[in-house]
């Protein structure tokens, strides 16, 4: 085994960076363990397409049998959203996938790490993992937020999940010394909400100003951090908080209930909130999903012409 074959670049992505054109990097954890069959594959082949009218290219990240796959057809997507025991893989997962050729779906920390092997600098998702609410006794804080601190990636979502603690979530990127930005609002949003009761570190408004602020981190001054780009959801499909947090509450007492613990709390929390909101979340979730491959795929044609 060696670094070669434990990395494949689907040849449309390789062409595309080889050339210096934008390319968006997405997730599969979101396939695998956040939604429901069959809206998984169908929002994984809609938002590479989101991405390809935008004028990047597409490049869904995994671990397929032990390989890091940078770029996924479409047998390999439907894979990832039909398979039973797809592992959910976060950085440290990662070695061990490697070592046995198992096959895992990447959170937003795998899926930085492999992009950043791969030279992709800008990645899109839907809601980033943070700083878990009670996290003071159970310690659970999101590798995400540790892998934004050392891995040179943009990462667009809409926010951070009311399941989590955001004002805590923001202050461990503040520690970390991960830059912030809204994009178009003074607001942290809150995934399925454009609001947070939290302020915007700092707010740009459209994709020339925030590759402007790769460029200042990455090129100007030279910093290996990753940035995260907060893109409130459309007020057209967003939820009002107060609707939804009567079903987070509740969500959060049955992890308590039926001992939900470790990498399986997000999952099992993304489900609970889609059944009891009987699919609105889902609806909700893709629309963001949608709107934020829109911007990444913006930013990178945008940061691609500053390299030039
Ligand atoms: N939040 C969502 N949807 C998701 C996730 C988070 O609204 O699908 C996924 C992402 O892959 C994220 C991961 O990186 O959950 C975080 O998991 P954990 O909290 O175990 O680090
Ligand atoms: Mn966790």
Same mark, same amino acid.
């Given at each position: 085994?060696?670094? @070669?074959?434990?990395?494949?670049?689907?040849?449309?992505?390789?062409? +595309?960076?080889?050339?210096?054109?934008?390319?968006?990097?997405?997730?599969?954890?979101?396939?695998?363990?956040?939604?429901?069959?069959?809206?998984?594959?169908? &929002?994984?082949?809609?938002?590479?397409?989101?991405?390809?009218?935008?004028?990047?290219?597409?490049?869904?990240?995994?671990?397929?049998?032990?390989?890091?796959?940078?770029?996924?057809?479409?047998?390999?997507?439907?894979?990832?959203?039909?398979?039973?025991?797809?592992?959910?893989?976060?950085?440290?997962?990662?070695?061990?996938?490697? /070592?046995?050729?198992?096959?895992?779906?990447?959170?937003?920390?795998?899926? &930085?790490?492999?992009?950043?092997?791969?030279?992709?600098?800008? %990645?899109?998702?839907?809601?980033?993992?943070?700083?878990?609410?009670? /996290?003071?006794?159970?310690?659970?804080?999101? +590798?995400?937020?540790?892998?934004?601190?050392?891995?040179?990636?943009?990462?667009?979502?809409?926010?951070?999940?009311?399941?989590?603690?955001?004002?805590?979530? =923001?202050?461990?990127?503040?520690?970390?010394?991960?830059?912030?930005?809204?994009?178009?609002?003074?607001?942290?949003?809150?995934?399925?909400?454009?609001?947070?009761?939290?302020?915007?570190? $700092?707010?740009?408004?459209?994709?020339?100003?925030?590759?402007? &602020?790769? $460029?200042?981190?990455?090129?100007?001054?030279?910093?290996? !951090?990753?940035?995260?780009?907060?893109?409130?959801?459309?007020?057209?499909?967003?939820?009002? /908080?107060?609707?939804?947090?009567? %079903?987070?509450?509740?969500?959060?007492?049955?992890?308590?209930?039926?001992?939900?613990?470790?990498?399986?709390?997000?999952?099992?929390?993304?489900?609970?909130?889609?059944?009891?909101?009987?699919?609105?979340? =889902?609806? /909700?979730?893709?629309?963001?999903?949608?709107?934020?491959?829109? !911007?990444?795929?913006?930013? @990178?044609?945008?940061?691609?012409?500053?390299?030039?």
């Amino acid at each position: 085994m060696n670094a @070669a074959h434990s990395l494949s670049i689907l040849p449309a992505v390789a062409e +595309a960076l080889a050339a210096g054109h934008p390319v968006v990097a997405l997730e599969s954890t979101i396939i695998s363990h956040g939604m429901p069959y069959p809206q998984n594959v169908q &929002m994984a082949t809609e938002v590479e397409g989101i991405v390809r009218a935008n004028g990047a290219t597409p490049a869904t990240i995994a671990v397929l049998d032990g390989v890091c796959c940078v770029g996924l057809d479409a047998d390999q997507l439907e894979r990832l959203g039909t398979e039973h025991g797809v592992h959910k893989a976060t950085t440290r997962d990662l070695p061990w996938l490697i /070592a046995t050729q198992a096959t895992g779906a990447t959170t937003v920390a795998a899926t &930085m790490r492999i992009a950043a092997l791969a030279g992709i600098r800008v %990645f899109a998702t839907g809601g980033i993992g943070g700083v878990h609410r009670g /996290a003071a006794t159970t310690f659970d804080i999101s +590798a995400d937020l540790t892998e934004l601190a050392v891995t040179p990636v943009a990462v667009v979502s809409a926010g951070v999940k009311s399941i989590l603690d955001i004002r805590l979530t =923001l202050e461990r990127l503040e520690t970390l010394g991960v830059p912030v930005v809204v994009n178009g609002s003074d607001e942290f949003p809150s995934f399925y909400s454009r609001e947070s009761g939290l302020a915007a570190p $700092h707010r740009l408004d459209g994709a020339a100003a925030l590759a402007s &602020m790769l $460029h200042a981190t990455w090129n100007v001054l030279g910093l290996t !951090t990753g940035i995260s780009i907060a893109n409130p959801i459309p007020a057209a499909d967003e939820i009002p /908080a107060s609707e939804i947090s009567a %079903f987070i509450e509740e969500a959060i007492v049955e992890l308590d209930v039926q001992h939900v613990s470790g990498q399986d709390v997000t999952p099992f929390l993304l489900k609970r909130i889609v059944e009891r909101t009987a699919g609105r979340s =889902l609806v /909700a979730n893709l629309a963001l999903v949608r709107n934020n491959a829109a !911007t990444a795929a913006a930013i @990178a044609v945008e940061y691609a012409k500053l390299q030039g």
